[in-house]
């Protein structure tokens, strides 16, 4: 068996910063294992851990190795920090595995318990696998933050989301290399953080290395990034800050607009809270000075929101006879913990929409919901207000999309063409223009009811095929308008051809077998005229806007390109 005191000696740790995406604060720290390969015999972490496993040593090396992560932590002097701490599943199995040893750790060095985030692995074994789920669980009950690493890579990921309740995801560096670039990629992580942020759960973007990865997983929704971008692992903590200025100055230079509407300050009410420090005497002394509601929120000591006491729980105690004396006893005083509750609450930087959202899937027993900003506690938008909010939404929506498609309308799509022209630097965009062929004729004949399905058949057609992070349009009548932004040219071409051709394919079948038979129809013309006209199809126009671009052609490139598409079967591009 090799001497692991001696190994442990060898053994550093770097730390590597989580900061919050909107603001570029420092969050957490993630602590990695450095010097193994001075270690003779390993080349590789999961070289050390395999090793101990094997020696059935698993759980001592871990311990020891926690109390090196968690001492070299306490001598960085910035408030409110948390650690985040890999685990191996396999420690589960460990014979001499037991429970309240990373407490006692804290203790020794004046740490509470909400400074440690355990990362769980769902790569691995089949044998770590299925220790996973046990080990969040362990873990939670003992009070610990539990976040799940590697997600997306492992087999049960989804399964793991929906069973596991942890507080925080990190999605995969694979997801997140050139994911600005790649279009299944950005789908997949912004459905995985929609999903997470429904579930309350938070989520970490890390191995971000570009300033465009950045803006893509904070315009998802990724609420914490961690990479090269930011600070490479130091073994240095204080290289530590708590504030990365380099990552402020790209959000404050970041002028794309917002795509989540954002939450008036009316609306959020401003309940004080309870420090979870208060004593049992100080919760009685709110509610009888307080009797707006029946609950109030509980922060910590750095005012990041915890949950909520309600006033019923604690009712049988305060209106007994000795009461309000014996919970000025700090002796019977007991800790607010046991009498906290969980309660929705979400970021304000998810904007209204993510909100109403979330709401209305955990609407249930909720009384209204808890606005936090950068984990910091802000206020309670109740149940009324949410309701206004809601109806303002959708009249905003309603005012600002096309009746008939329910897409965004002119307003929006003047928005779009100004922000694409003013950042022509920082991207390329593909505009791209579609008007019908021979709708007229059509419409004349086969009436506006089969005109509008006609209609609906392309806008729907056009949401399906183009990706998810397109900006899709109906300027009005048979004019549709899409955007893509840092999409190659030649895809976007290919699959503007494919969406012409589906489409003539498609609405072949509203014709009368007779007309279809044909391959035409014969209908009167704007002068009076009966003449034939072909079956409906549609004509595109592509305007490709890079660094390179003249902007003040604009205008007159597009209305050229408008021209020479009308009846053409094939999509017509330009670079402006």
């Known amino acids: 068996m090799p001497n692991w005191n001696q190994i442990i000696d060898k053994l550093d740790y770097a730390f590597q910063p989580i900061i919050h995406s909107h603001t570029g604060k420092l969050y957490a720290v993630e602590a990695l294992i450095r010097n193994v390969q ?14 101990a496993f094997n020696d059935d040593y698993l759980y001592e090396l871990d311990l020891q190795l926690r109390e090196k992560a968690i001492k070299k932590f306490s001598n960085i002097k910035i408030e409110n920090l948390k650690l985040f701490y890999n685990l191996d599943n396999r420690i589960i199995y460990n014979k001499t595995f037991s429970y309240g040893n990373t407490s006692k750790i804290l203790k020794k060095y004046k740490l509470n318990k909400s400074v440690i985030c355990f990362e769980l692995s769902e790569k691995g074994t089949a044998i770590e696998q299925n220790a996973l789920s046990t ?18 890579i492992g087999v049960s990921g989804l399964k793991l989301l929906y069973f596991s309740e942890a507080q925080i995801i990190k999605l995969d560096r694979f997801f997140i290399s050139n994911i600005d670039q790649d279009s299944k990629k950005k789908l997949f992580c912004s459905s995985i953080i929609e999903m997470a942020h429904i579930m309350g759960m938070q989520v970490i973007a890390e191995g971000i290395e570009t300033v465009k990865e950045f803006y893509t997983c904070k315009d998802i929704g990724a609420d914490f990034i961690q990479g090269y971008l930011v600070q490479k692992p130091t073994i240095e903590t204080n290289e530590i800050k708590s504030i990365y200025n380099d990552i402020v100055t790209l959000i404050n230079e970041d002028k794309r607009n917002n795509p ?4 008036d300050e009316e609306f959020i009410e401003p309940i004080i809270a309870l420090s979870i420090n ?4 100080e919760l009685f002394v709110h509610f009888k000075e307080s009797t707006k509601n029946n609950f109030v ?18 009712k049988k105690i305060s209106y007994s006879q000795y009461g309000l004396s014996l919970a000025q006893n700090k002796t019977f005083s007991s800790s607010l913990m046991k009498y906290l509750k969980p309660s929705l609450c979400v970021e304000i930087s998810w904007g209204i929409d993510k909100i109403l959202e979330m709401y209305n899937q955990n609407s249930k027993d909720a009384l209204g919901i808890f606005i936090t900003q950068s984990n910091k506690y802000r206020g309670f938008i109740n149940l009324n207000s949410l309701l206004t909010l809601s109806y303002k939404r959708n009249i905003e929506i309603a005012t600002n999309q096309n009746p008939l498609t329910k897409l965004p309308g002119n307003n929006q799509i003047e928005k779009f063409i100004e922000k694409t022209l003013r950042e022509n630097q920082k991207n390329t965009t593909h505009i791209i223009y579609f008007d019908f062929n021979d709708f007229k004729p059509f419409n004349d004949i ?8 006609a209609i609906l058949i392309f806008s729907e057609l056009l949401q399906k095929r183009y990706p998810k992070d397109s900006f899709i349009a109906h300027i009005g009548g048979d004019d549709f308008f899409v955007g893509l932004r840092n999409h190659e040219f030649e ?3 290919d699959l503007t051809n494919k969406v012409q051709i589906e489409f003539k394919n498609s609405v072949e079948n509203l014709y009368s077998k007779k007309d279809k038979e044909k391959g035409l129809l014969i209908a009167k013309d704007r002068f009076n005229i009966e003449r034939s006209f072909n079956l409906l199809s549609v004509a595109s126009a592509i305007i490709e806007i890079n660094p390179n671009s003249n902007i003040s052609n604009f205008d007159s490139t597009l209305n050229v390109l408008k021209k020479a598409s009308k009846g053409s079967s094939k999509p017509i591009s330009s670079i402006l």
């Open 38 to 51: 001075n270690i003779s015999g390993l080349n590789a972490i999961d070289d050390l851990f395999n090793m």
């Open 135 to 152: 080990m969040i669980q362990r873990y939670k009950e003992e009070g610990f933050s539990i976040a799940i690493d590697d997600f997306g």
């Open 260 to 263: 989540n509407a954002t939450i």
């Open 278 to 281: 208060s004593s049992l005497y």
């Open 297 to 314: 929120p509980i922060v910590d000591e750095y005012d990041n929101f915890l949950g909520i006491i309600y006033e019923a729980d604690i």
């Open 446 to 453: 086969y009436g506006f009811r089969l005109g509008d399905r």
């Open 491 to 493: 895809k976007v071409f």
